[in-house]
């Protein structure tokens, strides 16, 4: 039966099997054995039409509720320029491969080296790979990163102000690995130097992770963390928002080893979780340790400068059960995603993203709290474009009235908080609405 | 493609601005304390956007995909990527979901897990699937954990290793490895199967599972599977199904019949989603009902696996539907038979046996050596291919023939695209026996010739 | 043909051993280092790091490969050639000349076990 994928014509099929010397398509399956082969027919749905398949999706999208998202919590509502999927979907950029033969690839190599140098400046440090699949995952492979850099040491501390799915996939990642992790009690709703300080005396530590902005919004101070870290024999690995880093201090000013964390703020769209784009730099001294596909610069034999994947010797396909890590298939193509962003935005463009939405969410945080429906959790400690607050009535309750009027805000949190984040998305007619929403409960 | 040299940053200019964004209506927010705060500004490009727009154009113009030409990339399955599917993932009701909105807030998406769960199973014979893994060797990692999370929860901690063929792909041992399992190689016979006779001699209560694919990496199938199923669960294992070549079997044979316990697919080799260039990919992990009892101990990703991409399978799955699934395995499997049998006089063919989807040659009949000049090695073979607008096949993979050519042309190219590659790789044969050096020096006609990967690896220059 | 040098102890996954009282100088034979084609790194331990016979301390990379070190003594690392970080491709040029790691021995008697010159002649049978 034809398909509009599928080319062969019963003639086409007829000289090909002639041509291999059986007579049916079944002959070529003749070495399975009957016992594995499925009886009757796939209860499958009948093949559809485009059209159909139009429709069928749009009753689907239908379903999705259409809410203003107030939230963040690891994913972001920032704005996506009109040229970025326009390019993306250039058909030489979303069909190509990996970039294995370099001579017709040079498109992807080079947005790759892009991307690569533009991590290295936001987050100030030397290297970084060619991307990982989410944060959580690129944050789960610096703390196995931290046990093979740090000899006889097998012990990664964890600060409880990371996000909840950070830890968790950490945790998952490590208990198979054979990592100890150790979640180390916040102070104040910031990470503690004099609790990390503590368990650093054991001797036994190879790694600590800190966040830059944590899951409370704080913009960390991370004064003292790299000295008593470092004098400890281990190693600090910072796990940023990249759109923040274009104002707060960097991973490389606060001295750390490894940054990472996720692209998505840059750009990508919400899309329920995926696809996004994790990131991972390192200071040069880590540059052999550090997983994922590397582009380096080098020159054709004509001295073009060429661009090709590098330090393959530290992957899987060479090291096999060698390798540090398993990571084949990255988030490329969102790769490009981020260094398109990146090269509209500018450093004048970033800033202003973060201005506005900073300012945006100050301006909702003295709103709410005016409202008289909320306690400030941690007053004076700064924040950027997110911020929680202790609600006075029942946090579901408030997150369904906030529903009803069209958004997407007020998440509450293991402690108890609600959590709210404000990007350059959201006008000021919006936010007015918001907190008209929260008075009428 | 033409050669074009420009990178981002050296279309900067201070005060060109790229960007759009409103006027800031909100009062100025206290501001950071300054120890706070970076202390420059990154040195990010200020491009205009029609500067930025011809700059990625151009980028794209020295790039190759499978909408350029055919891409025999043996084991990546390079299928059409349906543009449907790209309409239908970039639809606002799902590009605007938050992954933290209760399940009530977004029944679609969860309509699309709930459907494409029930598909995948269906197809597989799984009982059901997660779909948190990014990539196809992401999902290896998952099934790994959901495997001695199973020995785990039995009570048993000696399950140690897992047995990995030595023509796996090197994502299985590093799997492995990443997830604390010792692995233990066992050898292919001279047919490129798996030695059933070496398997039981490894095969004790040390051994959490085996770890394979079937179709092999050579595309053969493994016959004895039913064997090695009955050894394997005999000891108390559990068998790992590396889905990366489920292409032929669409529609005629299922891992869970063949008495696989847990498995993955590679959404973007199988199920027609776009490789961009190496990712995102989506790896969804399928496993039995007992095996499945593991899962709320596993997270692997931030939130629920790359959506965007799950949604373009679904897409797919819904045009191929019930009627055409067994036509592209069976498609698969003719195309690369019949390319086998075209030019085995002229390749090394090691193993003559019926393949897949895929198969090997083992380098050049006559390549072409003489007095000093070496003769042409499957890497020129691969470089020469580039010249005549053709992506090369995997090249010096699996690692058991010297020479590895692994050619998989699927479903979805005509029989005009595979003659012509034919009477292509006729003539490099021939090109090849009469003047290696033309090889050697190839490709001529790209944007590049080859580069200096030692120099690169050596004095690694790895950013601006 | 390879060069070997007379006086040297080999291994059989072709490291050389040159004896200096209680210290074996540790390198790999020109047989080796053709196998690995163009040397780009040379992953070694540290001073101090313990090293057993027949277990591997550190490999070779090329661009294309990967290949482990197998100590062929066991005792304490006393020196490494920090000079192989900045120019790996000297173990290229000259095999011979560019020692890797310097151990002092705890077993002496392991040198036994390794094969002379003309044994390993036999061994790369070229």
Redesign the interface.
Known sequence: ?P?P????TQA??Q???E????KT??D??????Q????KG????????S?Q???D????????????K?F?G???Y?H?T?S?I???T???????????Y????????L?????Y???I???T?L???N??M?????AAAEAV?MCTECVRKRNRVLLSATLLP??L??I???AK???VDITVVPAQDGQSSLGAIRAELSKEDVAGVVVPSLNRYGI?E?L?GFADTIHTAKALLVQYCDPSA??????PG?WGADIAVG?GQPLGL?????????GFMAVKKDY??KMPG??????????G?????L????R????????????????????A?WV??Y????????????N??S??????LHDELLKTGKFQEVFPGK?F?KEFVLKPLEEAIALQHRL?AAGF?AA?PTPEGYVSFCVT?KR??EEIDQLVAAVKEG | ?K?Y?K???EL?KEG???????V???????E??L?????A???????S?PE??R???N??????????GF?P?GS?T?????K?N???A????????????PAH?????C??YEQMNK?LS??T?MHTFTFDP?????G??TG??LM?TYHMNRGDQGRTKVIVPDSA???N????????LE?VEVKSLENGRIDVEALKSLLDQSVAGIMMTNPNTLGL?E?Q??EIAQLVHGVGGLLYYDGANMNPML????PG??GFDIMHLNL?KTF?T????????SGPVGMTEEVAKGLPQ????????????I?RAY?Y?????????R??G??S???A??IK??LKDVYKLPIA??C?HEFVFDGLVNDGAHDDIPGATTLDV??RL?DYGY??PTIY?PLLFHQALMIEPT?????ETIDAFIAVMRLIAQEAAQDPMLLH?A?HN????????T???RN????? | MSKIIEGLKYSESHEWVKVEGNVAIVGVSDFAQKEMGDI??V?MPEEGDDVLAGEEFG?L??????S?LISPVSGTVVAVNSALEDTPEAINEDAYANWIIKVEMSQPEELDALLDAAAYKALIKE
Request: glycine share 8%.
């Open positions: 039966m398909h994928y599928l080319p062969h086409d099929i000289a090909m099997l041509k291999i010397g059986v398509l079944d070529l399956y003749a070495d399975v054995p016992a594995c082969r499925k027919a796939y209860a499958l749905p009948d093949a559809m485009e159909e398949i139009r069928c999706f749009a009753a689907l999208d239908a379903m999705n509720a259409r809410l998202v939230v919590q690891g994913a509502d704005y320029p040229v999927p326009y390019l979907q250039r058909s030489e950029f979303i069909t190509a491969y990996t970039p033969q370099c001579e017709i690839s040079q498109g992807t080079r947005y790759i080296f892009e690569q140098s533009l290295c400046e936001l100030g030397d290297v970084a060619a991307s699949y989410d944060g959580p995952t196995m799915h950070v968790q996939v945790q998952t990642y198979f690995h054979g913009v101070d004064t880093l274009a104002v707060v201090k960097t000013e996720d769209p919400l899309c329920y979780g995926g696809p996004y784009v540059m052999r596909r590397i582009v380096g610069q080098t020159a054709d034999k004509e073009r400068r060429a661009f090709v590098t330090l393959q010797a992957e899987q396909h060479i090291k096999r059960e060698k390798a540090t890590s398993n990571i084949c298939s990255n988030e490329s193509l969102m490009l260094i398109i990146l090269s509209l935005m500018g450093p004048e463009g970033l800033a202003e993203v201005r506005i900073a300012d945006g969410a100050h301006y700064p950027l529903e997407f998440l350059e006008s000021k | 493609m050669y040299d990178l981002i940053f900067s060109r601005k790229g960007y759009s964004l409103p800031n209506r909100f009062p100025a927010a206290p950071l304390p120890q706070l705060r970076r202390a500004s990154p040195r990010l490009p200020e491009v956007e930025v727009v700059h990625y154009n980028l794209s113009q020295m790039n190759f995909g499978v909408d350029t891409y990339l990546c390079m299928k059409y990527n349906p449907i790209e309409e239908v970039a639809l606002p009701g799902f590009a605007g979901l938050h992954p933290l909105m807030l977004t029944q679609g998406a309509k699309v598909a269906e197809i014979g990014c990539a196809g060797a992401h290896e990692l790994l954990m001695r792909h090197g994502t041992p590093a799997s492995a490895a990443v997830c604390g692995v199938f016959t599977i039913l529609g005629v044979v299922r019949d063949m973007h027609s776009p490789h961009g260039g190496g990712g995102p990919g596993i997270k692997v990703s931030g939130f629920h696996g790359n959506f965007g991409v949604l897409a799955i819904l045009s191929i539907g019930r009627q055409h699934l036509e592209v069976q498609y499997v003719l195309s038979n019949y049998e075209c046996d019926v897949k691969a470089k580039l992506h090369a993979f479903e979805t190219e005509s029989k020096n490709p790209a944007p590049i010739s080859r580069p200096d990967e120099a690169a690896a690694p220059i790895l950013k601006y | 780009t790194y992953d490999a990379e090329s661009v294309k490969a990967a482990d």
